[in-house]
């Protein structure tokens, strides 16, 4: 058995200081790690107005991966500091769910105005009307929404972040009725263009809704997908059991618990999303912790575990998100044909079997001075009608 890797010295603390210890650590699993260097790959590579939609199921660690982000960000930004004091690394903030039913964009962009430490709001400028002019700007409860997106968007070109990112995006998509879904990326995409700060959107499979809005909106937008563990892929299989291994590690209880020969049943109740995962172990040991008990047990996770129904509902979401991602498979044929391209299986076909075969006229013979292939008389027949002529 492999030695445990929680600092024995730290026994001695407080519940809740062993509770936070293990809260706050994370398991460098490969998806998050392919999934961070993606997302930072496009937000060095991409054009300063992309937009990077990032999407996953519920608790697979979407926000763990923004976190992982912003600090590999923070870290690059330092060597630039002292340099450029105007700048900072980034502007994060999270979409906050409407209590109406309609996304409201004055109360997001305050968020992100005070996510950067914007001073002195009541003091900026308001946008310039016709004449050229600028009215004072006055925050308040009836300043207009377009007035805290001016106010934003000096903001971003001041202080040139490299990001802004933003989770649990997909609340954007909500809107009053009549409204259309463009008109809501049509407000970022503005925003990132005339700022030219790459926004990355992070949220479930719902953001998918903003896939392929328009032709514009398609050609300056990445996707990344961060996709759960699989069971019956033997791969991930052992991924899961590798992650379950280092929890049980950094568990913070004299007594060990083995995850490991429970991994079905942790599979099953947190649908191979790590985060799912993580939230469930830190409810179990919290009650452990709580009651002053050395060791975890299997009562403790299944008391605090999702119920069949949460994960059933859990799993169909997923299973419909990924199914929508995965598309069509016919649809790549289809965009073939469209452009007038031959299909995959022509172009895998020899050489000489891609020649367009056409075929001939009825009635029509395609090879003059050559016989066409008839039933020519042979036997007795022959002879008697040589002899007659």
């Known amino acids: 058995m492999a030695a445990r890797k929680f600092p024995f010295a730290r026994w001695t603390k407080p519940w ?18 392919e999934a961070r260097d993606q997302l930072m790959d496009a937000i060095r590579d991409s054009e300063p107005n992309t937009l990077v939609l990032v999407f996953g199921p519920t608790g697979v660690g979407k926000t763990t991966l923004r976190l992982k982000a912003e600090q590999t960000l923070v870290d690059e930004f330092r060597t630039d500091a002292d340099v450029d004091r105007e700048r900072i690394p980034l502007v994060s903030a999270e979409a906050v769910a409407p209590e109406s039913g309609n996304f409201s964009w004055s109360d997001h962009f305050k968020r992100l105005l005070r996510q950067m430490n914007e001073p002195l709001v009541e ?67 503005s925003i990132a263009n005339r700022t030219g700060t790459v926004h990355v959107l992070f949220g479930t499979y719902d953001l998918l809704a903003f896939r392929n809005l328009g ?16 069971a019956e892929d033997a791969s991930d299989r052992r991924v899961f059991l590798n992650v379950l291994h280092s929890f049980r590690q950094q568990l913070p209880l004299p007594e060990e618990f083995d995850l490991v020969s429970h991994w079905e049943y942790l599979y099953e109740r947190s649908v191979g999303c ?3 995962l993580k939230q469930w172990l830190v409810k179990a040991l919290c009650g452990a912790l709580r009651a002053g008990r050395s060791g ?33 498979p016919s649809s790549r044929a289809q965009l073939r044909g469209r452009l007038g391209l031959p299909s995959e299986s022509a172009q895998r076909a020899p050489l000489g079997m891609q020649v367009r075969r056409e075929r001939a006229p009825s009635g029509k013979n395609m090879h003059p001075g050559r016989r066409k292939p008839t039933r020519d008389v042979v036997g007795d027949g022959g002879a008697s009608h040589n002899a007659g002529a």
């Open 296 to 328: 975890l047990t299997l009562r403790d996770l299944e008391r605090t575990g999702l119920s069949v129904a949460q994960c059933e509902k859990m799993l169909s979401e997923a299973a419909e998100g990924e199914a929508r991602f995965a598309g069509n």
């Open 215 to 230: 032709g514009q909106v398609s050609r300056r937008s990445v996707d990344l997908h961060f996709p759960r563990y699989r």
């Open 123 to 189: 003091h900026k400028q308001r946008r310039p009307v016709m004449s050229g002019t600028e009215e004072p700007f006055q925050a308040g409860p009836r300043t207009r929404t377009e007035d805290y997106r001016y106010a934003l968007e000096q903001a971003l070109l001041y202080r040139r972040p490299t990001a802004v990112m933003i989770d649990e995006a997909q609340h954007m998509a909500k809107m009053a009725s009549g409204r259309r879904l463009l008109d809501q990326l049509d407000v970022i995409k």
């Open 274 to 276: 790590v985060g799912v």
């Open 16 to 33: 809740s200081a062993r509770l936070e210890y293990f809260r706050a650590y994370t398991v460098a699993h490969p998806r998050l790690i």
